[in-house]
């Protein structure tokens, strides 16, 4: 089997993909994480080195290879499904499932979190709010191609496992 968790920074992908993977008995895998390692460099680095154009391209490359596997959760970035057919790629191969977290939360966490990602870390506060907004906005349309949705807020883990054991 195959996971795919989608979801804004901040939804929580990597904090609740480890606690759903271990009790399905899947590999935890972490997409950045990856592609850090294969590069041996930061995102961070990778956006002020490559830009956002080659980050995608590496995250394209890394997520391919990956598909090529069986038997994992993977917790993608923010921005995967959006790349071009990445969605569709991952529905083709396992089932995806979108964090859905309210807008509110997803900015009381992320202003306590913005300096490891580089799309935030220059915002101030207001500016945070309004990125947020607009970017989360723009992605709903491939978000929501995920096979299922969830509130992680109302949703217990072991619900969440039932829907993905079932569908
Ligand atoms: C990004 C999200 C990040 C990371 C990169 C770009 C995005 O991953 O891939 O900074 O475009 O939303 P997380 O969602 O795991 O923070």
Excluded at 4 to 17: H, R, V
Excluded at 94 to 111: A, N, Q
Aim: aromatic share 8%; glycine share 6%; hydrophobic share 35%.
């Amino acid at each position: 089997m195959r996971v795919f968790l989608i979801g804004f920074m901040g939804a929580g992908k990597t904090t609740l993909g480890k606690e759903i993977a271990k009790k399905m008995n899947l590999r935890f895998l972490d997409l950045d994480r990856m592609i850090v390692n294969d590069q041996g460099r930061t995102i961070n680095q990778i956006f002020e080195e490559e830009g956002e154009k080659g980050f995608r391209k590496m995250e394209r490359k890394v997520l391919e290879k990956t598909l090529e596997s069986d038997n994992y959760l993977l917790a993608c970035g923010g921005g995967t499904p959006c790349y071009k057919d990445n969605m569709e790629q991952m529905n083709a191969k396992g089932v995806s499932l979108f964090l859905d977290i309210p807008e509110e939360e997803l900015v009381r966490r992320l202003s306590r979190n913005q300096a490891s990602r580089p799309l935030l870390r220059n915002l101030d506060r207001q500016e945070l709010i309004e990125y947020i907004h607009n970017k989360l906005e723009k992605r709903q349309e491939c978000y929501r191609k995920s096979k299922i949705w969830i509130n992680p807020l109302s949703t217990s883990v072991d619900t969440i496992i039932m829907s993905l054991r079932y569908s």
